[in-house]
């Protein structure tokens, strides 16, 4: 059984760097094509894809976010950190972290976080 | 990339059947065959429901199914539960790693 599980601060403050973890069972990281992508989505609004980090290290951000977004894995540990720069209460949201395997669907996702930024 | 174009919500009644659009352009809906749809009920995670366009994950009810026609996805829902009621995302590939998300259909079950 596959199952991915967020973690990180609840709460942080504008301009301070986020860190969140997916810690992850059922599949390796190091397995030709396993995909971990991270999505947010802020209260009450549609879903934004944010990042992704491939089984052969290869990673991929969204463009509008690129230059506060870092992806990396820890495959002896099944984990997964995303880390976002410069926090802004827009950043405000539910953050979640999805497997994607050979195709391009995202499946299963981990229960999401929510992430507060406080001005 | 612009979001895919989902209408804010759509309504039925125990038993009728639905469709939600899922519209793109020839860049992304369009152009390949992964479009997938996601359940999502309030305060939970999302689910996958239908991959691929027409492909439903196994433990999926057969009452949901999907379809695409040019740069329009749909996702039809027969014989409507209340237990369907919840929001609907798209989702398609739009060239190497770009993938776009529709803004979401609210469903409400009469």
């Known amino acids: 059984q596959v199952t991915l599980k967020e973690s990180g601060p609840a709460l942080v403050k504008a301009t301070q760097t986020l860190t969140l973890t997916c810690t992850f069972s059922g599949f390796s990281l190091t397995t030709y094509g396993m995909r971990v992508t991270w999505i947010r989505q802020p209260p009450g609004k549609a879903l934004e894809w944010l990042a992704r980090i491939d089984w052969d290290g290869d990673k991929f951000y969204s463009t509008s976010l690129k230059t506060r977004l870092t992806i990396s894995k820890d495959t002896s540990k099944n984990q997964v950190v995303l880390t976002m720069t410069n926090m802004d209460p827009v950043d405000t949201g539910t953050y979640y972290c999805?497997?994607?395997?050979?195709?391009?669907?995202?499946?299963?996702w981990g229960q999401g976080t929510l992430v507060i930024v406080s001005s | 990339q612009s979001a895919l174009t989902q209408p804010r919500s759509v309504s039925g009644s125990p038993g009728q059947s639905v469709t939600i659009s899922c519209t793109g352009t020839s860049s992304d809906v369009g152009a390949y065959n992964f479009v997938s749809w996601y359940q999502q009920h309030p305060g939970k995670a999302p689910k996958l429901m239908i991959y691929?366009?027409?492909k439903r994950p196994s433990g999926v009810p057969d009452r949901f199914s999907g379809s695409k026609s040019g740069n329009t996805a749909s996702l039809s829902i027969s014989g409507l539960q209340a237990e369907d009621e919840a929001d609907y995302f798209c989702?398609?590939?739009?060239?190497?790693?770009?993938?776009?998300f529709g803004g979401g259909t609210k469903l409400t079950v009469l």
């Open positions: 989702y398609s590939h739009s060239g190497t790693y770009i993938v776009l």
């Open positions: 999805a497997r994607m395997g050979h195709g391009w669907e995202l499946d299963p």
């Open positions: 691929d366009v027409t």
